[in-house]
Each structure stands twice: as structure tokens, then as C-alpha cells.
């Protein structure tokens, strides 16, 4: 009850999530053992972020950095101009197949969204899109970022709860990912018939050939990561640190738009974004280790349990709790403070480990435009000059394909284990 009670006075007041979490595990250590347990907090804090695999982390970060750096998006997005330029509502496609791509090189939807956003949001102003749908689309696309692999977002799991392999989780993301992609064109077509948006005249075959061409050796960066890992030939780390010189190459002496100020830039923001990673997961364990020595997981398991003994009805009660605390927390701090306490609770019920790490992880990104905090919808509302709240209502529509896909992902499991299963053997 204290350990409650302080994580919830600390929210409240706006604390940091990781000192919520570091504070609250600490109050409830000492509430289980007295103080003797003190010592506990620094001993946690550091198992929670020596697992090598963790050093993937600022890697992919850095990976990602210098591909925005390098003008990576618009060579993507002239690719996917010329290929889909002729259909209606040709560049909120573009968007949407340019997210897809972006997302097998960056693992973040932030960094999907202001990227994409920046040359995207004011060119479909130009053709007349209205701003709030620019930026809705462009959100509610970069959320697909940390689902398709490599993920920011899986690395982590992988490393708070030990039940599943990075490799078989980023597997199992890649069906549901393309799903999320591919019911979002469904609705963008539908949009743009209804609102009767515009489309380009057909590129020649010469153009669109160019342009892949000139996109091929930006779009090898998945294959390497992907290709490595999937194929027994590296680590998740080792592929990480590959990616990671191959686009300093590349950028340096393929594209020849890296120099010096671009390379520190991408450096500075890699250890920004794993500064924040590493305290989050260092504090987590703290709260992780309570809850594992208080029991409250099994009372979670029980709770559910009582409310159903259906496992449809009991993982869909599930999602709209994970999209409860998406609305109060971002996808990263969300995942950190829950998984601990639904994951064992779940497995005791009998589900499998793979299929409800990806079911909360997409759950959980949807997190990243599902209002009050919603980050990506909100840097693109800045991003289009609009406010949130037009960016909100403008979102709903491709907010309900996202969780459409979340029903279906939740039950229908084989969506989600059929790739790992096809690599295992």
C-alpha cells in the first residue's frame, strides 16, 4: 500500500517517470523488509541495465540519426512518389509506404514522424490537404516505427522481461506491423475518395527506376540488421554496430551528405535518447523487484481471472487497460511500469510469452497518439502549425484501424508466431 501511494502522489505532483518508479519500488522494499532493504535500490538499478544486449540500443539510435542527417527521407519518399504518385490521395500514401520503409531503419516513432513530417506535412499543405490531416497521417504512420523491426521498444522488453528473445520478437512484429500498414491505406483510400484529395500524373518507368536506384543503398540497412540476425550470422549487437558504420559510409561517401556537424549532431542526440532509455530501465528494476517479492502480479492474475475465464474476453479486457495507460504515459515509460506486473499475471493464465509481448508493445504504441500525451500526434500538430485537438479529431479515423488491428492481433495469435515458428524451423 505505501509503495501505491508514493508512486501515485508522485504522479500526480509530475515527477519524472523514472524517479515515480525508483522512489515507489524503494518505499515498498522497506515496507516489505525495513530499511536493511535500502541497499537494495543501487544493487537493482545497475542489473537493470548490464544486459549486453542493451548495447543494440544506442546503436539503432545512432543508425537512425544518421540516416535523418544524411537526407535519407527524401530519397524514400521520391521512391514511393513515383510508384504510388498516380493514385488519389497520392501523398498521404506516400506517407503511410514511406513510415514502412523508414521504420525497418530508425525503430522510433518520434524520429519517423519529424523526419517524414518535415519534408511531407508542408508539401501536402501545398496540394491542399488540410494541415490536421497532414499531421494525423503522419502520426498515426510513424507508429508502425517500433513494431516493424529493429525496435527501440523490443530491445528493451527483451531486457525487462527475460521470457522471450529479441530475435523472436522482432519476428513477431513484422505480420502485425505490415497489417498496421496496410489497414491504414485501406482508410487513407477511403478518406480520399470521401474528401476527394488530389493525385499526381503518372511518373515514367525511367523516373521510378532512378529513384529506386538511388534509394538502394539506404534501404540495405534493414537487410543488414534484419539479414544478420534472422540468419544466425550476427548478435543483435553486432548487427547493430554494422548498421551503424554502414550508414556512416554510406552517408559519407555514397550519398556524400554527411560532414563533421551532422555526425556530432546525431552523436548528441544518441546519448540524449539513451541517457533517458537507460535511467528508465535502470529505475524500472527497482519497481520490478517489488512487485515480483510483494505478489502483486498473482493478484493481478487472479483479478483478471475473476472477471472471465474466457481468454478472449481476459486479453481484450487487457488492451483497453494498456490504452488506459496509454493516455497518461508514453509508450516507453508505459511498457516499463506494467510489463513487470501484466506478463507473469497473463502467463500464469496460459498465454504464450511471444504473443502477448507483441500484443502489448503495438497496444502500447498506439499510446504515442492516443491523447492527453500522444508525443508523435503532438510534434506533428507542430509540425503542421495546427492544434492539437484538430489533430486529434483528424487522427480518430486511423486511430480506429490501429486498434482494429489490435483486436485482431489479440485473438488471433498465429498472426503473430507464424514468422518466428518459419524461422525456428
Known amino acids: 500500500m505505501t509503495a501505491a501511494a508514493v508512486f501515485l502522489f508522485l504522479l500526480v505532483v509530475g515527477a519524472p517517470v523514472a524517479l515515480v518508479m525508483a522512489f515507489s519500488g524503494l518505499a515498498g522494499a522497506i ?10 535500490l543501487a544493487d537493482r538499478m545497475f542489473s537493470g541495465v548490464s544486459g549486453f544486449v542493451l548495447i543494440a540500443v544506442p546503436y539503432f539510435i545512432f543508425t537512425a540519426e544518421l540516416m535523418n542527417q544524411a537526407g535519407l527521407t527524401q530519397k524514400l519518399v521520391t521512391f514511393n512518389n513515383a510508384l504510388l504518385g498516380r493514385v488519389r490521395g497520392a501523398l498521404s500514401h506516400v506517407n503511410i509506404t514511406t513510415s514502412v520503409f523508414f521504420a525497418g531503419l530508425t525503430g ?24 490536421a490531416y497532414a499531421a494525423a497521417v503522419t502520426a498515426c504512420s510513424s507508429i508502425i516505427g517500433p513494431i516493424i523491426p529493429p525496435s527501440v521498444v523490443m530491445v528493451v ?8 528473445s529479441v530475435l523472436d520478437l522482432f519476428a513477431g512484429g513484422m505480420v502485425p506491423g505490415l497489417l498496421m500498414a496496410g489497414m491504414l491505406l485501406v482508410t487513407s483510400s477511403i478518406l480520399a475518395y470521401l474528401g476527394n484529395h488530389p493525385k499526381h500524373p503518372g511518373a515514367p518507368l525511367r523516373t521510378a527506376i532512378v529513384a529506386f536506384f538511388a534509394s538502394v543503398p539506404a534501404l540495405l540497412v534493414p537487410l543488414i540488421i534484419l539479414g544478420g540476425i534472422l540468419g ?20 559519407l561517401f ?25 535511467f528508465l530501465l535502470a529505475t524500472s528494476t527497482v519497481l520490478g523487484w517489488f512487485i515480483t517479492r510483494s505478489g502483486v502480479a498473482r ?19 487487457v488492451d483497453l487497460f494498456l490504452i488506459a495507460v496509454g493516455t497518461v504515459l508514453d509508450v516507453l515509460p508505459a511498457l ?12 500464469s493464465l496460459g498465454f504464450d510469452p511471444l504473443h502477448f509481448a507483441i500484443v502489448m508493445i503495438v497496444t502500447l504504441n498506439v499510446a504515442n497518439i492516443t491523447p492527453p500525451v500522444g508525443m508523435t500526434l503532438m510534434t506533428a500538430s507542430q509540425l503542421a502549425g495546427v492544434t492539437y485537438e484538430r489533430a486529434i479529431r483528424a487522427s480518430m479515423p486511423f486511430y480506429a484501424s490501429h486498434v482494429a488491428v489490435i483486436v485482431i492481433v489479440s485473438l488471433w495469435p498465429s498472426l503473430v508466431l507464424w514468422l518466428p515458428n518459419l524461422i525456428r524451423g
Open 31 to 40: 515496507s516489505l523488509g525495513g530499511l536493511d532493504l535500502r541497499g537494495m
Open 108 to 131: 522510433a516513432a518520434i524520429t519517423d514522424a519529424v523526419a517524414i513530417g518535415r519534408l511531407l506535412i508542408p508539401a501536402m499543405k501545398k496540394e491542399g490537404y488540410d494541415p
Open 157 to 164: 522488453y527483451a531486457s525487462i522481461l527475460r521470457d522471450v
Open 232 to 251: 544466425g550470422l550476427t548478435t543483435i549487437t553486432e548487427a547493430s554496430a554494422f548498421a551503424a558504420v554502414y550508414a556512416l559510409l554510406i552517408g
Open 254 to 278: 555514397g550519398y556524400r551528405t554527411l560532414n563533421l556537424a551532422k555526425i556530432r549532431a546525431a552523436l548528441l542526440v544518441t546519448v540524449r535518447f539513451s541517457g533517458v532509455v537507460f
Open 299 to 317: 493478484e493481478a492474475a487472479g483479478f483478471i481471472a475473476s472477471i472471465s475465464t474466457e481468454p478472449t474476453v481476459q486479453i481484450l479486457l
Open 336 to 347: 516499463i511500469v506494467v510489463a513487470p506486473v501484466l506478463v507473469p499475471a497473463m502467463l
